[in-house]
């Protein structure tokens, strides 16, 4: 591809003036590297799902040149009317506000007998690579001219780059200041709005401050370097930048982390703040943080199969209590790139065949618990049939042959299980409450639940065992939150059902001996045997403890129990004050403690935590 540079900056001169203050020359084009979001560059415009002209066309010798742009695909296109024989039309794309950029994308000439031309679509923005991208249309008719660059401002909401910080709700400083030179350097944000903006004090005259602002955690900020550089006037001693905000909903990008820099006039050296992201509520944050790690172009957190279902039921309790729709979008993205076949290694060792489904019982299980919470947040009856049938699967391997009944672990019979047919009883039980008139799903609730008493998978503690041995008894392997969690909500959810006190009864013996057992709970934080000393939780036990707090919550809220509350609001505080970094980031281990890694499902699990406290604090 051939680079060239464009002669008109018109606007973007005017853009970095207002947005940076700085007057950037350009560079020439380099060539573009493809992106994928919810379509790969090159998708047709009659597959756009709107066509909207967010900035003025341009005039190219009696030419219109136009960029469209559809929102919902978070793609655009350009085209070139009333031309000739000959015309192009292209689109050039930024990843450092206009500094420099990939040109000629989607390069279209006007055909011999027509008088216009389109390019195909192409992302605005990548938020696979958490880059935040600008785009304009340009033409070429015996002289090149391009549009505005499009959407140079992050709006989240009502909130918008540039905006005065004396309108902030908040002023909090989330890291240390730093000092250079006898200034200090601060970070300011409002929580609440979710902007920020940098301050510096103890200054003189011509001294700098501005804001930088990454997408991916601090690893990078081209398209946000220098935000609002501003320098310290005559006759004062401090300045501070305009406010930013740190989420791009429209460009699908969330988290994004913020510090402040600084530069004292008689030297070129500076200095940054480390980097933070607000916290508008402690649930919304972690959901934030969780979502900067989703595989947009792929509709799950890669590399894990049961533990994205796990994930998206967190994005979707935390939606349902917020009364947010922010990720709506992500929960219907999931299930229309996960619904169909995969081979074994794209998603899992094993293939799954359609629907959610493979030979691991009870990892289909977790997609029909998302996929019912999917149903209860936005009422879309396909949510609730992709359950009914991943149910009726599952359903296949209940087996009375062995044990007298229970569901298989896996489609080879080699394990009876507690988390299997804690599933398999938490998912009958809710598919008769919401399916009117049913009263097979019923029933065979009632009989899951019968058998997984009479089995004794709980043992004369309270506590959950793993499972069964080959001779149907309690294996006496470890007890794990996540099998304590299922069998409190199952019982508690069957009790809803059936109004029957035993199955209460059971379910508060459970959340009793959770709390109460150092096996589950240590100085009042639920902890995992993986949790104490050098031990280190595996990528499918970080999780557990969230599951937990899901389904107790619910027995809490079923109970009105004040020291169930107390002792979900006691996970949430810990995880707050001790287990959480700047940018809002969770931990495997809730008190705080080493060694204590966290990646997407730790912070799913701790957001699951978060939610159930402030749910339970709503209905209090």
């Known amino acids: 591809m051939s680079a ?28 573009a590297t493809p992106v994928c979001a919810l379509a790969c560059d090159g998708l047709d415009p009659s597959k756009a799902q709107q066509d909207a002209f967010p900035v003025p066309d341009r005039n190219i010798n009696g030419r219109i040149l136009r960029l469209h742009v559809s929102d919902p ?25 206009g500094a420099t950029w990939e040109g000629l994308l989607g390069r279209a000439t006007v055909p011999g007998s027509w008088t216009g031309t389109r390019t195909l679509m192409h992302n605005i923005g990548d938020p696979v690579g958490h880059r935040r991208g600008w785009i304009r249309a340009c033409g070429d008719a015996a002289a090149v001219t391009c549009t505005d660059w499009v959407y140079p401002r992050v709006c989240d909401g009502t909130s918008c780059d540039g905006a005065d910080p004396a309108t902030a709700a908040g002023d909090e400083t989330p890291v240390p200041p730093t000092t250079l030179f006898g200034r200090t350097i601060s970070l300011h944000v409002d929580q609440r709005g979710g902007t920020a903006w940098g301050a510096v004090t103890g200054g003189g005259a011509g001294d700098e401050i501005w804001l930088d602002r990454s997408w991916d955690g601090g690893a990078s900020h081209p398209e946000g370097s220098s935000l609002g550089r501003t320098s310290v006037s005559a006759g004062s001693a401090s300045a501070r930048t305009p406010m930013f905000v740190t989420r791009d909903p429209r460009g699908l990008l969330y988290g994004g982390a913020v510090r402040a820099c600084g530069r004292e006039a008689a030297h070129q050296e500076g200095s940054c703040t480390a980097w933070a992201r607000p916290a508008p509520t402690r649930a919304r944050a972690a959901a934030d943080a969780l979502m900067a790690s989703y595989r947009t172009d792929e509709g799950w957190w890669r590399s894990s199969w049961w533990n994205s279902a796990v994930a998206l039921t967190s994005i979707v309790d935390f939606a349902r209590q917020s009364g947010r729709h922010d990720y709506d979008w992500a929960i219907a993205r999931t299930f229309e790139q996960n619904r169909g076949v995969f081979p074994a290694g794209a998603r899992g060792s094993d293939p799954v065949e359609g629907h959610f489904i493979s030979r691991a019982i009870d990892d289909a299980e977790w997609w029909a618990v998302a996929w019912l919470a999917a149903y209860d947040h936005t009422g879309q009856r396909r949510y609730l049939d992709e359950a009914v049938t991943i149910t009726e699967y599952v359903h296949q391997y209940w087996d009375t042959g062995t044990c007298g009944g229970g569901v298989w672990w896996d489609r080879e019979r080699t394990y009876k299980n507690a988390v299997t047919n804690g599933l398999y009883l938490w998912l009958t039980t809710s598919l008769h409450q919401r399916i009117a008139g049913d009263t097979v799903w019923g029933a065979r609730a009632t009989t899951a639940a019968d058998w997984y008493l009479a089995r004794g998978l709980i043992n004369s503690s309270g506590l959950v065992n793993d499972g069964l041995t080959s001779g149907c008894a309690n ?37 009793d001996a959770a709390v109460s057992s150092p096996a589950l709970t240590r100085d009042g934080v639920l902890t995992e045997s993986c949790d104490l000393g050098a031990a280190s939780c595996d990528d499918n036990q970080k999780q557990f403890k969230g599951i937990f707090m899901r389904h107790f919550a619910d027995l809490a809220s079923a109970t009105g129990s004040t020291a169930y509350r107390a002792y979900a609001a006691r996970q949430a505080d810990s995880i707050w004050t001790a287990d959480r970094d700047p940018l809002n980031r969770l931990g495997q281990r809730w008190s705080g403690t080493s060694p204590n890694p966290s990646d997407w499902r730790t912070q799913a699990g701790a957001l699951e935590a978060l939610t159930a406290s402030e749910r339970l604090s709503a209905t209090g």
């Open 73 to 97: 695909d978070n793609m655009a296109w350009a085209s070139i009317d009333n031309g000739v024989a000959g015309d192009a039309v292209w689109l050039d794309r930024s990843w450092d506000r």
């Open 4 to 31: 060239r540079t464009h002669p008109l900056l018109g606007g973007l001169l005017a853009l970095f003036l207002a947005l940076t203050g700085l007057v950037a020359l350009p560079s020439p084009a380099r060539a």
């Open 475 to 511: 294996n006496g392997q470890t007890v794990w939150s996540y099998n304590q969690g299922l069998a409190i909500g199952a019982f508690t959810e069957l009790w809803r059902s059936t109004g029957s006190g035993r199955y209460l009864d059971t379910a508060k013996r459970l959340a």
